[in-house]
């Protein structure tokens, strides 16, 4: 194990690998500061540029020290009520009824392997060091263990809390972050990712600005509104150069990613559950585990930023199991043919499904006890016995002696109050006494922080992943909550519901998956409800959106790339017109869009599929033959706007270049465009499939490649597009 924390004798901790450097120290009062994160710094006794003593009119001074304002500090886990009123990292109520805290320095630790956090999602560590540094409040009675794990082969760190009342009476917490991560005054711009159904990921920059910039999700998911995602960076950043630091927080419901710029334009950014409508009790010797917050470096812009949490997920998030592993390729029952699904009409997917060349058969939503549309059966999770006389498994088994794989729908978390279970058990619900429950799509949340809901929930699911004709699981979750309350928790301790429901969902998942870890799952919540870190813990691959319509996919699987590789992105070649948009689109620009996420397939019924069969078949053999490369490739996101977006992927072993390029709205006489490749071999030459060409690799980077031109007056067809709107071609370059 190399040595990647170093730490002086004067407490200065440097947690450094060959590229990056997080370093803090003990200041004389016995408090953290925060040094630097950026660009390798090797340790020493003497940093250049630590926190400043100097006398300033009008500040305050922390208690009985000399010009020390920690309102201008960079701080570790910075508090409240001292003389720093910016948004703490921590806001506890004490035995004393105050919110007042000081935490000095205790004792550190520094372990070889990575503890998981207790019921968390959480990164693997390997290749890594972890530093737990205890601090105490001995007024207060309460001690916090920062932790951070510092990795090799990764420019990242990944960081927690855990809060402990060592005192005897309660402490209340209010506002536990994962992490703070104070930056020296500066320029600099944030990057998020936001959206809604069926429109999730949308990349969206702006200057830092005076004051509070929050990201926060108070839906028990972490969201299409937010994606639980930040981007700082110098303003000057690009995607290809500049300074830019990355969080994102691995956990799937409420959480808070605040920007503050102070008064003296240093900032600080904040990432944890979301404090608002959050408390919880700590009784004495009780512990609270903030879930894990993650921060990367990059001196390379925001594609350099991207190649770090690609590897990172990948590696470290990702169920290993799966990793590197192509996805099947799929035919989904889902626009297909909705709930109107039986056994005759899945055998005949089956049947195109196999004919297509196709490897797997999904049968989504629609194929349990009464679900004959959203506004029953949730819950009851067994075969419905009309359209499947014989049970899902006896189809499954069918499907499968046909040489395809098999995958499920499911959507555990939720209940109809027209099905068998909520008749049942009205109180297992997510609900406030004497309040109607409000519905969203016909539905509501299970109270998984019960376990005798989780229970019923293992049971149903386990028998049917036992029968051993499930390959592929799609877990769904399609309301986000209200009236958020459990009967199981006393009255005091409501505000702890959405996190114990969180805590619910990951051990009934983490149950499931470890009992069946062949199984493919995907997550998915209403497309992209839950696209974050903390579900692909647990699932290799996500559902991007629903939005299947390729030029409505455009943007956000471009953002949804700012985090995630192509291989956790799911897609599928939907209908025409879009069901959601109404837009019509060609099957190549369906399946050329679609193909940049690894696991790939298509959603049409019998008839579309005849319709088309030759193209899709075309398709689908493209997709099956690099379904490695996808899985295992590169992805770089090469050009972005309105009307053009290009991206690159290069397969592991470099032998192999795609290039896709789409173009939105034609128009009369519109400029030449060129691409330039990046990250390739400028030394050897690479060969344009379905042509005669061959180019030198430091060409396609530096010159670049000309681009299709889209006009319907050209008279040469050997450059075109399609001629139109939607217009897309994939450059396929092989290594020579
Ligand atoms: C929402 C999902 O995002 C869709 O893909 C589909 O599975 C439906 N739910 C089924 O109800």
């Given at each position: 194990m190399p040595v990647l924390i170093n730490v002086s004798n004067t407490l200065d901790f440097n947690l450094s690998n060959s590229r990056i450097s997080y370093v803090f120290r003990v200041s004389p009062e016995g408090l953290l500061e925060h040094l630097h994160f950026g660009g390798r710094v090797e340790p020493t006794a003497n940093y250049p540029s630590t926190p400043r003593r100097l006398h300033r009119s009008c500040t305050l001074e922390f208690q009985d020290s000399e010009h020390y304002n920690l309102s201008d500090v960079p701080q570790e886990y910075p508090v409240f009520g001292t003389t720093d009123n910016r948004y703490p990292a921590l806001h506890a109520i004490n035995k004393d009824g105050n919110s007042t805290h000081v935490f000095k320095y205790d004792s550190y630790e520094i372990l070889d392997s990575k503890p998981r956090l207790a019921g968390l999602p959480s990164a693997r560590g390997g290749d890594s060091q972890t530093l737990v540094v205890r601090l105490l409040d001995e007024v207060a009675?309460?001690?916090?263990?920062?932790?951070?794990?510092?990795?090799?082969?990764?420019?990242?760190?990944?960081?927690?809390?855990?809060?402990?009342?060592?005192?005897?009476?309660?402490?209340?917490?209010?506002?536990?972050?994962?992490?703070?991560?104070?930056?020296?005054?500066?320029?600099?711009?944030?990057?998020?990712?936001?959206?809604?159904?069926?429109?999730?990921?949308?990349?969206?920059?702006?200057?830092?600005?005076?004051?509070?910039?929050?990201?926060?999700?108070?839906?028990?998911?972490?969201?299409?509104?937010?994606?639980?995602?930040?981007?700082?960076m110098d303003s000057n950043a690009t995607e290809r150069s500049g300074r830019v630091y990355g969080t994102a927080f691995v956990y799937s419901g409420n959480f808070a990613i605040s920007v503050e710029m102070g008064e003296f334009d240093s900032v600080r950014v904040t990432t944890g559950i979301n404090p608002f409508n959050f408390e919880w009790k700590l009784a004495s010797g009780e512990s609270f585990t903030c879930p894990e917050s993650l921060q990367v470096f990059s001196p390379n812009g925001l594609n350099g930023m991207s190649q770090i949490w690609h590897k990172f997920v990948k590696e470290k998030i990702s169920p290993p199991q799966f990793k590197g592993k192509?996805?099947?390729?799929?035919?989904?029952?889902?626009?297909?043919?909705?709930?109107?699904?039986?056994?005759?009409?899945?055998?005949?997917?089956?049947?195109?499904?196999?004919?297509?060349?196709?490897?797997?058969?999904?049968?989504?939503?629609?194929?349990?006890?009464?679900?004959?549309?959203?506004?029953?059966?949730?819950?009851?999770?067994?075969?419905?016995?009309?359209?499947?006389?014989?049970?899902?498994?006896?189809?499954?088994?069918?499907?499968?002696?046909?040489?395809?794989?098999?995958?499920?729908?499911?959507?555990?978390?939720?209940?109809?109050?027209?099905?068998?279970?909520?008749?049942?058990?009205?109180?297992?619900?997510?609900?406030?006494?004497?309040?109607?429950?409000?519905?969203?799509?016909?539905?509501?949340?299970?109270?998984?922080?019960?376990?005798?809901?989780?229970?019923?929930?293992?049971?149903?699911?386990?028998?049917?992943?036992?029968?051993?004709h499930i390959d592929y699981v799609k877990w769904d979750m399609n309301r986000v909550m209200s009236e958020i309350g459990s009967a199981s928790l006393s009255a005091n301790r409501q505000l702890e519901t959405a996190h114990r429901y969180m805590l619910g969902v990951y051990a009934l998942i983490e149950k499931i998956v470890s009992k069946h870890p062949q199984v493919l799952f995907e997550n998915c919540a209403s497309g992209g409800n839950r696209f974050d870190l903390g579900m692909l813990h647990y699932m290799a691959q996500s559902w991007t959106s629903d939005m299947s319509e390729p030029i409505g996919r455009l943007p956000i699987q471009n953002g949804a790339s700012h985090l995630f590789p192509p291989c956790v992105m799911a897609s599928y070649i939907g209908p025409v017109p879009s069901h959601l948009n109404g837009r019509k689109v060609s099957v190549k620009t369906r399946a050329e869009v679609g193909f940049f996420c690894a696991a790939r397939g298509l959603s049409l019924n019998a008839e579309d599929v005849d319709a088309d069969f030759e193209e899709l078949k075309h398709y689908a053999k493209l997709y099956k033959d690099t379904a490695d490369d996808v899985v295992n490739g590169t992805f770089h996101r090469v050009q972005y706007d309105d009307n053009e977006v290009c991206w690159q992927l290069t397969s592991s072993d470099g032998s192999k270049v795609y290039l896709g390029y789409f173009h939105i709205l034609s128009a009369a006489n519109l400029p030449f465009r060129r691409a330039r490749l990046v990250d390739i071999d400028a030394s050897r030459q690479y060969r344009l499939q379905d042509s005669d060409l061959t180019f030198g690799g430091d060409a396609l980077m530096h010159m670049g490649i000309d681009l299709p031109y889209v006009c319907a007056m050209q008279w040469s067809d050997a450059e075109y597009l399609d001629k139109g709107d939607f217009a897309s071609k994939l450059f396929v370059f092989e290594r020579v």
């Open positions: 009675q309460i001690q916090v263990d920062l932790s951070y794990t510092v990795y090799a082969e990764h420019d990242v760190i990944a960081r927690s809390a855990r809060i402990t009342n060592i005192g005897e009476s309660l402490v209340r917490l209010a506002h536990a972050m994962s992490s703070c991560l104070d930056m020296p005054a500066g320029d600099y711009d944030l990057m998020h990712l936001h959206g809604t159904w069926a429109r999730e990921q949308n990349q969206k920059r702006m200057p830092v600005p005076q004051g509070r910039f929050a990201l926060e999700s108070a839906n028990g998911t972490s969201g299409n509104v937010h994606n639980p995602f930040l981007a700082l192509a996805r099947p390729t799929y035919l989904n029952s889902w626009e297909a043919a909705y709930f109107d699904i039986n056994e005759d009409k899945v055998l005949e997917l089956a049947d195109r499904t196999k004919s297509l060349g196709l490897d797997m058969l999904v049968v989504d939503d629609g194929w349990f006890e009464g679900r004959d549309d959203d506004t029953s059966s949730l819950g009851d999770w067994f075969s419905d016995q009309q359209k499947f006389p014989n049970g899902i498994e006896a189809v499954a088994a069918k499907v499968k002696a046909k040489g395809l794989k098999f995958g499920l729908w499911f959507e555990p978390e939720m209940v109809n109050p027209d099905s068998q279970l909520f008749r049942e058990h009205p109180d297992w619900i997510i609900h406030v006494p004497k309040r109607v429950s409000s519905k969203g799509r016909n539905q509501l949340t299970l109270d998984l922080s019960r376990e005798d809901v989780r229970n019923y929930l293992f049971d149903c699911i386990d028998p049917i992943l036992s029968s051993g």
